[in-house]
């Protein structure tokens, strides 16, 4: 009932406030009549009512509905058959049907194959919007009856979104959890491909935009394609600017936020049409729904385009950090655009400044669904740009100078990267070559239309240079001189210092500088990349001075004078360049690959390596290979019983790649060779892939650069970048937030220096205003500052139970109990207090996090003092989900390394995690219970294990669970406290289960008393026992006659004759109670047949046999 009144009831609330017509079952009860929900029988997913009514409204001409009955019969028909494709596949094939879907004729104009309108996207209040809860759907075909989503929303009859309301009770502590696996669950995402189990109903899901789970506090949404690591919350309530406050709880939370922000009709008509796409991700189609900050801009961008009456006022930055999505909305914008009615006819140009992003920013591009013309050379900027086509182009910014006819001086060339074939080499800003960059002459207009919308990617780069300095995009802005110009940044110039920042060159309004802003610390906090770790490597780091890390290399970054870079050469015996000394790298390469193998391979991510030069990275190379193979053939000589197995089969498999780019015909031969082992093993690409023994090639572990993939290069699975090369300013920044994205199991991003940047980090960080340096700064943290959240998190844990009276906590799990009769008093109490369900669910989330700490620490010894602590909470979790039967209780969320440790813990002391609570019937259960040692413990695991037998089981005789159900209470109620008996008494309930209704039971006696318990509330009178009885004989009898065939349950038709059959038997009983309740009775006797057809079809062979 919580549930209800805290989660679905306000949501239910809310909805209709915003417009939703509300059709509200009862929570208590299954629906029985569908009539309720405007159908004609609970498998009716589109509702066909609705759909009707929709489809004649909209289609209107003259007054009149040009599409005849039949035709609208074939459009429901045609938008609830969608094949024997996927689900996913019949999901994007329904998002094209809603978009242009046609019928044969025009019976009104005569029109031939005509556009019907399914949604009006246009004009969102011409839809119907109906919400209603509980929406039952029937799976005779399913493990279980129907399934009974708690809220779902239709426009015009189609089910767009499915909601799941959670609350804590006896049987989760972890809500968010349980609502997302129920989702799944519904839409039978569960089960492996290929499994005939089926648990829910895919149909409800083929015209799905959002799945959301919420338990108020907390509500998340995702797609057809989202895991629980990929819903996400939604924090706007754009375009509103009020909160919606809910009646009965007086809050907003952030249930109410994602409600207003993501289903008020006008906002989900715009998600549907303008937000959602369908891309590839790796080998993976996943359907992909705008995060909120992409939503917010390109509807900011769309506002300020239709108000502003100059170039300068429709232009703007947008200030999204890396990794937060900028491709994806500059692509939501484009698909707007076109489907507005007086920005449609814009021509769009989108620019960056470098090969390889043009290839990533033209792919991404593509998902606009728009044919994207690519601009050559300066001449095709002249001749393809000058009209009023509405296009969409992708061009460089080094178009936009005189003479560019693929005849590129070479000090651009070096700039571009010289090799097309080759992956480019990265590059600096314009501002960074004004040694080499000539001044430009003007390049000219090209068009001087206000209806060009000019996109820039990374735009601090192509700022102007300077004081009276030309600029290509100065060139850019002087070709277009009235179009709307766009920056999107990551890392745009703001200080104070700076003459020129990013905003001023795109726009003139300094009260309003950035029309969108999503900085590091928002991406982090929504999961949308991660918190980066630094770990100083050099002499003079603040972390090693505290806490002795065990390397430190020189500073080769600060100023030194001859005398310490003599004593550095000397010290690595180096000639040249000291960065590139084979003692010095060989060094390093001890250390990192040792830190690789210690923290980051044992959750099976990679690692990229920076360095100075070419010639440093094929030493790298040569000596990361080298300390792979001395660690192996270590680990080789170890005794058998002592050996990491897996690990050793881990280290063998790895590799080190060089990626660098060309130096033109008179390069190395060992630069070639490189270049060519690279190219034939598809190095960057397989990188990006995930270990796979069975393909040599993704054992790619490490990628070895020095002036390619640093910026724009996208790899989720890179976790550490160890750095070994000087950089500067945008260029650092944004280089070591490659290692911040998002990949399943990854918590954190690190970033190893090898160098001594964090005075370059500091002059980096000048670039951004005192507010702006400290929300980078608290991304980009030392691994020492998680110290404090490790021992806060450590904390909490301990307080959560002094704060229940178990004062030994911290002795218990610091093992300094001495005596064995401590020990486990200490620990019965942590248990007992675990009962506890909103107990439970504290203990389980501080547990997840203080194991999060500990697997961003280990293995450093500065995590040391909490292993103990941590395999003892391990135990507790443990012995707690055995308990409660709490399969919700589990160390997911905590990273691979720690989980392998505590799962190594259990196992000795047999307690495998991985093997799901000791069931009620199992064999082992008595000695299970046994164990105990005391009855309060064994009565305490009966109980729950009891409980936890009735709820999954009742579905096969509901009225036989019950009134188990009921004997359990009524044991706990009479006995108290007095634990023995409660125990012997539980004893004897249990084996009541087991036996059940006995072998002197008949096959209709789970149906005979399921009637009695719906129609007669529990109790009837002999004479209508005996009615119930006969009817019971009559009706198994009809089952058996029409389930006694292929695949009975999947064929609808059949079910709906079986159900009328049923019905006017109780119709014609003339038993009052089953006439007026023969509706619902039906339905569940069906299901309970479902269930028990087996029994059905025996009963039939043994009369058959009499």
């Known amino acids: 009932m919580s549930e209800y009144l805290f989660v679905e009831k306000p949501l239910l609330n809310q909805l209709a406030a915003m417009g939703w017509q509300v059709i509200e079952h009862s929570s208590s009860v299954i629906p029985n009549d569908p009539r309720i929900s405007y159908r004609k029988h609970f498998r009716e997913c589109v509702i066909q009512r609705e759909f009707a009514k929709a489809i004649s409204t909209l289609n209107i001409i003259d007054g009149q509905c040009w599409l005849t009955d039949a035709q609208i019969d074939g459009l429901y028909e045609d938008f609830t058959d969608f094949g024997v494709k996927s689900l996913l596949e019949n999901n994007q094939e329904f998002m094209e049907r809603i978009k242009k879907w046609q019928v044969d004729e025009n019976t009104v104009t005569g029109e031939q194959n005509p556009t019907v309108k399914i949604i009006d996207f246009d004009n969102w209040k011409a839809n119907r919007f109906v919400a209603i809860n509980q929406f039952r759907i029937d799976t005779p075909a399913g493990v279980k009856g129907c399934i009974v989503p708690d809220v779902v929303l239709f426009v015009n009859g189609l089910p767009l979104v499915v909601i799941e309301c959670k609350d804590v009770n006896s049987f989760t502590s972890d809500p968010m959890n349980q609502s997302i696996e129920q989702l799944r669950r519904y839409a039978d995402l569960r089960e492996p491909e290929g499994s005939q189990l089926i648990e829910g109903e895919e149909k409800l899901f083929y015209t799905n935009q959002l799945m959301i789970g919420t338990y108020g506090d907390n509500a998340k949404f995702g797609t057809v394609t989202s895991t629980e690591e990929y819903y996400f919350n939604w924090k706007t309530i754009y375009p509103d600017d009020t909160p919606y406050l809910d009646p009965t709880t007086g809050k907003h939370r952030k249930q109410e936020t994602l409600v207003q922000g993501m289903l008020h009709p006008r906002n989900l008509i715009d998600i549907t049409n303008n937000f959602t796409l369908f891309m590839d991700a790796g080998k993976q189609r996943i359907k992909v729904v705008a995060r909120y900050q992409q939503y917010r801009a390109v509807n900011k961008i769309i506002l300020r385009i239709r108000t502003g009456e100059t170039s300068d006022e429709r232009s703007g930055v947008v200030w999204h950090t890396q990794g937060s999505g900028k491709s994806l909305t500059m692509v939501f914008l484009v698909r707007k655009m076109r489907s507005t009615e007086d920005l449609k006819d814009y021509k769009v140009l989108m620019v960056n400044d470098r090969r390889d992003l043009d290839r990533q920013l033209g792919e991404t591009a593509d998902l606009t669904g728009e044919k994207v013309y690519r601009i050559s050379s300066s001449d095709e900027v002249k001749t393809e740009l000058c009209d009023d086509r509405s296009t969409l182009n992708m061009v460089m910014v080094h178009k936009f100078r005189e003479a560019d006819n693929g005849n590129t001086p070479d000090y651009l060339n070096e700039a571009l990267g010289k090799s097309v074939a080759e992956p480019s080499s990265e590059y600096s800003s314009e501002a960074d070559k004004d040694n080499v960059v000539k001044l430009f002459e003007s390049f000219g207009e090209v068009n001087p239309s206000n209806k060009v919308l000019i996109m820039i990617d990374e735009a601090h780069r192509t700022q102007k240079t300077g004081q009276d300095k030309a600029s290509l995009s100065d060139n850019m802005f002087d070709a277009f001189p009235n179009a709307t110009r766009l920056a999107f940044t990551g890392t745009p110039l703001i200080a104070d210092h700076h003459n020129d920042p990013t905003w001023k060159r795109f726009s003139n309004n300094p009260d309003e500088p950035y029309i969108d802003e999503y900085k590091l610390q928002d991406a982090v906090d929504d999961g949308a990349t991660l ?93 990361i290979r080298k300390t792979l193979n001395d660690w192996a053939e270590e680990e080789k000589q170890k005794p058998a019983e002592e050996q990491d197995k897996e690990l050793l089969r881990q280290v063998e498999y790895l590799d080190a790649m060089v990626v660098i780019s060309s130096d033109g015909t008179n390069e190395k031969a060992s630069f070639v060779a490189a270049r060519n082992e690279s190219r034939k093993r598809d190095a960057v690409e397989n990188f990006k892939k995930k270990f796979d023994f069975d393909k040599p090639d993704t054992g790619i572990g490490f990628l070895i650069v020095c002036d390619m993939l640093l910026t724009g290069f996208d790899a989720p699975i890179e976790q550490v970048m160890y750095i070994d090369k000087k950089l500067k300013e945008h260029n650092l920044l944004q280089t070591i937030a490659r290692v911040n994205r998002t990949y399943p199991g990854k918590t954190v991003g690190y970033v190893v220096d090898y160098i001594g940047l964090t005075e370059n980090l500091k002059e980096a960080l000048s670039l951004y205003s005192g507010k702006d340096q400290k929300d980078i700064l608290d991304t980009f943290k030392s691994v020492e500052s998680e110290m404090p959240v490790l021992q806060s998190r450590y904390r909490q844990l301990i307080q959560l139970f002094e704060d229940k009276d178990i004062s030994q906590i911290e002795s218990l799990v610091q093992q300094k109990l001495i005596s064995d009769i401590e020990r486990y008093k200490a620990t019965e109490s942590v248990i007992q207090t675990l009962a506890d369900v909103k107990t439970r669910d504290s203990f389980n989330v501080y547990l997840k996090k203080f194991m999060q700490s500990m697997d961003i620490i280990l293995p450093n010894k500065l995590a040391h003092p909490y292993k103990i602590p941590m395999y003892q909470f391990s135990h507790l979790q443990a012995k707690a989900r055995e308990r409660y039967k709490d399969d919700s209780i589990n160390i997911t969320g905590a990273g691979e390394k720690v989980r392998k440790l505590v799962s190594e813990h259990l196992i000795s002391l047999g307690i495998n995690p991985k093997v799901p609570p000791v069931e009620l019937f199992s064999d082992k259960f008595i000695t299970t219970l046994k164990e105990h040692k005391d009855d309060r413990a064994a009565a305490s695991e009966m109980e729950h294990a009891i409980r936890k037998h009735c709820k999954v089981n009742e579905a096969d005789d509901p009225a036989m669970y019950k009134r188990f159900s009921e004997k359990l209470d009524d044991i706990l109620k009479k006995y108290n406290e007095q634990w023995d008996q409660m125990l012997l008494h539980l004893e004897t309930l249990r084996e009541e289960i087991d036996e059940g209704r006995g072998d002197d039971s008949s096959a209709g006696d789970p149906f005979t008393d399921l009637i009695i318990e719906l129609a007669f509330d529990g109790s009837c009178q002999p004479s209508e026992m005996e009615a119930v009885k006969s009817i019971v004989e009559q009706i198994l009898e009809i089952m058996a006659n029409k389930i006694e065939g292929l695949n009975f349950w999947d064929r609808p038709n059949m079910v709906d004759e079986l159900e009328g ?46």
């Open 1061 to 1106: 059959k049923i019905q006017e038997v109780f119709i014609l009983s003339a038993v009052p109670a089953l006439e007026e309740s023969f509706e619902l009775v039906t339905t569940e006797l069906l299901n309970l047949a479902k269930r028990r057809e087996l029994d059905i079809l025996s009963n039939r062979k043994q009369q058959d046999g009499n």
């Open 531 to 623: 918190q980066i770790l630094y770990e100083g490597k050099t002499a003079d780091s603040a972390i090693y001075d505290k806490h002795g890390f065990d390397t430190k290399f020189e500073n080769l970054f600060k100023d030194r004078t001859e005398e310490e870079i003599a004593a550095i050469r000397k010290k690595y015996g180096a000639t040249g360049d000291i960065l590139e000394a084979e003692d010095r790298i060989e060094e390093i390469s001890n250390d990192l690959v040792k830190h690789y193998i210690q923290k980051v391979l044992p959750s099976g991510y990679k690692a990229q390596v920076v360095c100075s030069s070419k010639q440093a990275a094929l030493h790298y190379q040569t000596f």
